[in-house]
């Protein structure tokens, strides 16, 4: 994947399970974020839209997304 198609992955894509299911990644509280961190982020696409999530929550670079979320809004 490139680093767009990461980008719009976590402002286009779903959680596919668990708690926070049918919750846009972007949009998932960093606390669940963390515990992923903590027991494993699960294999795959999703896995790795997760891991990068977290890692712009936990650097604050949530407003890199901004752009992007006005777009799919549109």
Do not use: S
């Not at 963390?34 to 890692?55: C, D, I, N, R, S």
Request: aromatic share 10%.
């Amino acid at each position: 994947m490139t680093h767009e198609e990461i980008m719009q992955g976590l402002v286009a894509t779903k959680m596919p399970f668990g708690k926070y299911k049918d919750t846009l990644i972007c949009n998932l509280p960093e606390a669940y974020l963390v515990w992923f961190h903590q027991k494993g982020f699960p294999k795959g696409k999703v896995g790795m839209l997760l891991a990068t999530m977290y890692e712009i929550k936990l650097n604050g670079l949530e407003y890199l997304l901004a752009p992007l979320r006005n777009k799919t809004l549109q």
